[in-house]
């Protein structure tokens, strides 16, 4: 016999029928069924020898597919859930693949049996990740349809019965170590959406997310770790708890660890994280109570061990950390705080150049094509990366926070340091202009209201529950927790405040987006010289100066500009309104943090916002320069001192104490 099909049951009455009627109706039949149930009081048993299928005693998932592969005849071994329905032509395109590739161990796509397209997009998505991941760590989503050979099923001593979650995942694992895994390209198998209706999609994203999470660091989740249910009790024990009700945890966690919040304990050992997270504690008494450091525990005085992420997208995460950095390691700050660096990208060549003790992680960037933010291949390019990203980062950061234990992380839109403060339970604090967005009651063009809900959602879970939020911004709009969050003047680079503007005859541009080329055939139309940098070349092309980036020569560019062209990226935007340099913005379409900007550049009459560049709106940028610069020197510049206070201040207030 070719193909054994197992199912483990348990009071599967209303679903097994879909299934077994499905695996019927196909053209393959040299098979067997069989089904190992857990002493169902429903009519699953007799469902299964109404459709001649062996029943043998079954009991946990892993369990039952243990029994049933022990009365398997079949030279290949198909492991089913129970909820599951086979497309046609299932069977064939499996065996066909199977044999085909000499495959030893394979599992199918999934498609959901609901018409929601939520639910499309998440088990599309489950896909992506299962075959991005199939070459780094061999991964599945389930039981959807794993198959192997039965003598490698008994050579690997089949399922660990030992497990009450992840059976299938370590299984898997185990046999795709040393033998050749594959998701299997051809058959799709429908898959059940009932948990997800039960139970929400929080929950089992919550879950799920901490078992893959742990299965990438090799450690192994039980369900009770999980709160995940089996329901496999006898009819009576559903009947005596009937009237049981089941007692809510005090405080949730995300991942393993210590305690979601320790409510009595500060670096005072008086005041407590409860007042400040019930708004009892103003800021100022914040500050108040973290100015005097002489009061700090022990293991506080001594060091502070703090480890700062930096977003490696662009350069300007990384220049505004770096400004701030600088201060963190002076040799009078030496002593007192001791800093690991962690980023991606040029942000980590950028600033291991700079620092001492920068480790390289792996980071996710936004795909622009001709100033268009493109979310399809954005999207694609995460899913790609997230399962090499979460091995190369799970060896670096999460392994250096156990082996260094940061008091305090610090985040300037790195999302997965974020991670790390909650599995491991470290305070967080937030540093970045983007969580102007989430915190503060921002005015906006309505028509951008879709951009905004999207980029809403991409903050938040980018950067998950900081102790605090320090924002820097140009624009002041109403913060929505004034006791959780404050905004201080944007981050300035010392060179930049050490310039002498002047005007002269060029004007910069400085482009996010390699590939804007209708850009650069715009530019060349006007009778002006630009000086242009963002494409990585360096060469004269008629009136346009091209330039690669050089932290030094684009000091002198700005200095003697006589205004700027941008897409709307915070760091650039807010050295030109430092500088005085009127600003015609062109924000990348899609990209809501640029709209934003470039919006709020108009409204304070610094410059313009367009959605391209051209004869009309340039001319008229252009006879309007000097009402900007008027309004761009009444702006009065500050220095980063009090920002840097704040940081200190945060650091010293919320560090955890080991």
Request: net charge negative; glycine share 6%.
């Amino acid at each position: 016999m070719k193909l054994s099909i197992i199912i483990p049951t348990y009071n599967e009455e209303n679903h097994l029928p879909t299934l077994l009627k499905s695996i019927e109706s196909q053209k393959f039949d040299d098979c067997e069924i069989i089904v190992a149930d857990a002493d169902s009081w429903d009519n699953t048993v007799q469902i299964a020898e109404d459709f001649n299928c062996k029943v043998v005693r079954g009991g946990m998932p892993g369990v039952g597919r243990n029994k049933g592969a022990e009365v398997a005849k079949g030279e290949i071994l198909l492991f089913l859930d129970s909820d599951l329905e086979l497309t046609p032509n299932y069977l064939e395109e499996l065996i066909n693949e199977f044999q085909s590739e000499n495959i030893d161990i394979g599992i199918t796509k999934i498609n959901p049996l609901s018409d929601r397209k939520r639910h499309k997009i998440l088990h599309d998505l489950a896909n992506l990740f299962m075959i991005a991941s199939e070459k780094i760590k061999p991964h599945g989503a389930g039981c959807y349809g794993i198959v192997t050979k039965k003598e490698i099923h008994d050579e690997f001593s089949g399922f660990d019965e030992s497990l009450t979650f992840g059976e299938d995942t370590d299984y898997i694992e185990r046999i795709g170590k040393d033998k050749k895994f594959k998701v299997l390209r051809n058959p799709v198998i429908n898959v059940s959406v009932r948990r997800l209706e039960e139970e929400g999609l929080r929950k089992l994203l919550k879950q799920y997310g901490k078992s893959t999470f742990n299965d990438f660091r090799g450690i192994r989740t039980t369900a009770e770790e999980l709160e995940y249910g089996f329901n496999h009790k006898s009819k009576e024990s559903f009947e005596d708890n009937s009237g049981v009700e089941e007692t809510p945890l005090e405080c949730e966690t995300f991942f393993e660890g210590e305690s979601c919040l320790d409510n009595e304990t500060s670096l005072e050992g008086k005041t407590s994280f409860k007042k400040i997270k019930n708004g009892e504690l103003s800021e100022n008494q914040i500050k108040d109570s973290t100015n005097n450091t002489t009061n700090l525990p022990k293991q506080i005085q001594d060091k502070i061990k703090i480890f700062y992420a930096v977003c490696g997208e662009g350069m300007g995460h990384a220049i505004r950390s770096g400004v701030i950095l600088d201060e963190l390691t002076t040799p009078k700050n030496k002593d007192k705080y001791e800093v690991y660096i962690f980023s991606s990208e040029r942000a980590y060549t950028y600033l291991n150049d700079k620092f001492e003790n920068v480790f390289k992680i792996g980071g996710l960037n936004t795909v622009y094509e001709d100033n268009v933010v493109k979310n399809k291949k954005t999207l694609l390019n995460a899913i790609k990366a997230t399962p090499t990203n979460l091995k190369e980062n799970y060896d670096i950061l999460y392994k250096k926070t156990k082996e260094i234990e940061p008091n305090i992380i610090i985040s300037d839109f790195e999302n997965y340091s974020s991670v790390i403060s909650n599995i491991l339970n470290i305070p967080l604090i937030s540093v970045d202009n983007i969580q102007m967005i989430t915190q503060t009651k921002i005015e906006y063009p309505p028509y951008h209201r879709r951009d905004m809900i999207k980029a809403k959602g991409v903050i938040k879970s980018y950067i998950i529950r900081p102790k605090r939020y320090i924002l820097t911004s140009f624009f002041s709009p109403e913060i929505k927790n004034p006791d959780k969050t404050i905004i201080y003047p944007p981050v300035i680079r010392d060179k930049i405040r050490s310039l002498k503007t002047s005007y002269g005859d060029h004007i910069l541009v400085y482009q996010t987006s390699t590939n804007n080329t209708e850009l650069l055939k715009t530019l060349k139309s006007f009778d002006n010289r630009f000086i242009v940098y963002g494409y990585n070349e360096e060469k004269q092309d008629e009136n346009l100066t091209l330039r690669k980036f050089n932290e030094d020569i684009i000091y002198e560019d700005m200095r003697n500009a006589k205004a700027v062209i941008t897409n709307g990226g915070f760091s650039f935007i807010t050295e030109s309104i430092y500088l005085k340099k009127p600003i015609y913005s062109i924000p990348a379409i899609g990209n809501f943090e640029q709209i934003l900007n470039g919006f709020y550049v108009e409204k304070l009459g610094y410059g313009e916002v367009h959605t391209e560049i051209n004869t009309t709106t340039f001319e008229k940028f252009l006879s309007n320069l000097n009402k900007y610069q008027k309004n761009l020197e009444k702006i009065e510049n500050t220095d980063n001192k009090e920002i840097i206070k704040e940081i200190k201040r945060s650091i010293e207030f919320y560090s955890k104490i080991y």
